[in-house]
Each structure stands twice: as C-alpha cells, then as structure tokens.
C-alpha cells in the first residue's frame, strides 16, 4: 500500500526543507512532491533533471478584441478590480488585477470580451539521484493555488504507482490555508516541524487543529530545540495536553549551516542534528510505514 | 436515499478519491433503486474555492450522504448547513464504501 507522508509547520522557515531533503536520502528511493508551489526550494538540494513539464491552467482572465471594441467604457466602468486600463485611445486588461468574475464580458454590448484560460503555472515530474520529484512554479501574481497542489500530488501518486514506490514523501506548504490543507489532506501521516519561538508555538497550536481536522496521525518535531529551552517545555507541555507524540528535537547545529551552504542534505555529513533526523526518520517508518 | 461518493474514475469498482472537491468524478447512487449516475467534476483544475462548489452539486442532487475523503473546513460549514450525513471513504472501493456504510460499518464524520 502506497503511503504519503506530509511535512507542515504552519509558520514558515522552521526546516520543512532541511528535514525533506534529508528524508528524500534516508527513505531509499521515495517520491518527493514539493507541495510549496509559492516558493519552491527542494530542488536546490535535490537537483533534478526534468523530465516532463506539464502546464497548469487554473483561472480565466478576461481578453478584449480590439477590433470589436466600440469603446464605450462599460467595461472599465463594471470592474471592481480596476483591472480595466486607458491609453492611447484603446481599453486594455491589466491582467494581473483580473480576477475573472465575467462582470465586463456580460456587460460588453459589443461582445467583444471573453474569458479566457489562463495559464497560472506550471508542474515538473523529474529524476534525481534518489528518485523522481515532482515540483512546480506557480505564476507571478497568481493566487496562493491547491489546485496546483492538487496536481503536483496526483502526479507524485501516479509516478509512485508506475514505479512501484511504496512512498511519497510531500514537502507541504507553509501556514494554515488552501495550500497547506491541499498539502495534507488524506495523506497516511503527517510530520509536524516547530520551533522554539513565541510564533513557533502559536503556529503549531493552529496547524495541528487543521491536521486533526483531516483525521490524520501526526508527530512533532522540534527544531533546534536548545536555542530557547523555556520555549521547548512549552511545546511539550502543549504537545502532552493534546495527547502529540514528540518524535524528536533536533539540536542547533553548524553543520546544517555547512550543508545548506554546499546544496547538500543534514545527512550527508556526521553531526548532531543528522543523527537525530536519522532517529526521526526511523520511528516515522516505524509508525507510518507500519500502519 | 441518494449518497453522493467521490471517486477517481466513472465506475464504482474504483478507488473513493483521496481529495473531496478535487475529485475527477461525482457518483450519485440511489440506495433504493440501486442505480448509480456519474458526474464528471467541472471544478477540478479551479485554482481556489472549489469547496462549497462541489457541495453545491451534492444539493442540486437531493443527495442525503456524502461518502468521501474528509473535506476542509469551508466544505464541512457548508455540508452542515446542507445537512447532509459526511462519511469517512478512505482507503476503499466505491462499491465497498456503499456496502459499508448501508451495514453502518463506516464512520461518520459529520
């Protein structure tokens, strides 16, 4: 049975990546699918060659034809994003305040509007040394998308079944919203990454309501634990309340300044923080590749 | 009683969809006459807002029960105020699904 493991933090920048990249080596020949379509960085360290680029169309814009155009400005007089421009003696679509509503092309007596789709970014299946990847660009100005998300994950599946892969392990995205649920929903476990911070613990309180939503197993990770001691009792005393099985704490480490430096995974050099991840990436074999 | 399954293909041998209103088709099965109607998902590629959408076509099909992967919060208010029965599918068949829940043997969740 194929298994997906999700990664989240709810606040951004506590180490999804640093762990994923990690996982990608320790997990033998896993599917990756970086599921932070906004800002993705897998592939920095991961380097993948792609294989197939597939485009992803998820809104319709408006588009005006000049040569039906009569120019009477309802147009611009119907939109509510100002997304209808003046210049030179012609209207024009600002196309990244378009939102798509369809209010001018049924307004236009000239019927010289329509929408039309949009291409809002685009998704890679790829190969690395450790197995595929699927990532994706989304478009500038495009809308925080899980429907591009969506696709990046049915593609990870879809390659894993193909090449009987019994893993996909998903880089999710940050925050608590539509790419973050799109990053978890009916994944077989998911791994919760916080820091020692007063917004590490705020988010993490938000982020597991949103994975206990969904009904899926999750364990806790605490990075770099030892910077702010006060704050990891806080997270643990949170995570005892809530019944959360802390699957490891990562100590602050040089080394992981080292590999990010060189592209490289926490692993790929002996240290502290990359025995811990080992540990880590063990009991989660244990717990979600059992279940 | 009509249940409304979401499934990754237009038969109910198929698996019940990992994703609730970004699921390739819709099976409205009608528990009395036995009789299954598949609906193609027109949302499926909308960047956002695909949630309360597809409950919308849960409505305009007088279904009772929804059998499904758990859907998002905005899916799950609208669901309520619809006040249509929400149950677990993961991991089954479509066909499994619908026997198991007319034998209760699966769980609800809303």
Redesign the interface.
């Known amino acids: 049975m194929l298994r997906q493991i999700a990664i989240v933090s709810g606040k951004g920048g506590t180490g999804k990546t640093t762990l994923s990249a990690s996982f990608a080596y320790l997990a033998k020949h896993p599917v990756m699918a970086d599921c932070d379509v906004d800002a993705p960085n897998l592939h920095i360290i991961l380097k993948p060659e792609i294989k197939e680029t597939h485009e ?4 319709k814009k408006a588009a005006l034809n000049q040569s039906k155009c009569v120019k009477c400005g309802i147009c611009q007089q119907v939109c509510r994003f100002d997304a209808v421009g003046f210049d030179e003696g012609r209207y024009f679509i600002r196309e990244y305040a378009c939102e798509g509503c369809n209010a001018c092309v049924m307004k236009c007596p000239a019927g010289a509007l329509e929408l039309v789709d949009s291409l ?1 970014g685009k998704y890679f299946s790829s190969k690395t040394e450790n197995g595929p990847l699927i990532h994706a660009l989304l478009g500038l100005g ?2 925080t ?4 998300i ?2 990046v ?1 049915k593609m990870a ?1 879809k390659v894993a079944r193909e090449q009987e892969i019994p893993v996909v392990i998903i880089d999710g995205a940050p925050g608590i919203g ?1 790419p973050a ?1 799109s990053s978890i ?2 994944t077989s476990y998911v791994i919760v990454v916080s820091e020692p911070t007063m917004s590490g613990l705020h988010d993490l309180k938000r982020i597991v309501q949103t994975v206990k ?3 899926i197993p999750m364990g806790i990770v605490i990075n770099k634990y030892d910077i702010n001691e006060f704050q990891t009792d806080e997270i643990v005393k949170y995570c005892e309340d809530e019944s959360l099985e802390i699957l490891g704490k990562i100590p602050y480490d040089k080394m992981v300044k080292t590999a990010t430096e060189q592209a490289k995974p926490v692993v790929a050099y002996d240290s502290l923080a990359s025995d811990e991840i080992r540990k880590i990436w063990n009991k989660v074999e244990n717990i979600a590749m059992k279940r | 009683m009509k249940v409304m399954i979401t499934a990754n293909d237009s038969s109910i041998d198929s698996m019940v969809s ?3 209103a ?1 699921a390739p088709y819709f099976i409205v099965y009608d528990i009395e006459s036995q009789k299954s109607e598949v609906l193609e998902n027109e949302f499926l ?4 807002g ?1 949630g309360p959408k597809a409950v919308q076509i849960a409505v305009d099909n007088g279904v009772a029960a929804l059998i499904s ?2 859907p ?2 905005n899916s ?1 208010e609208a669901l309520k105020k619809a006040e249509i029965d929400v149950y ?1 599918g ?1 991991g089954l068949k479509v066909s499994e699904a619908i026997s198991k829940m007319k034998s209760g043997e699966l769980n609800k ?1 809303l």
């Open positions: 992803y169309i998820g809104s809002s495009e809308e998308s899980g429907g591009l969506a696709e994950r599946v539509c649920t929903s009916s939503h969904f009904r | 990992d994703r609730f970004r590629k909308n960047s956002h695909v992967a758990v998002g919060g799950m677990d993961r969740i």
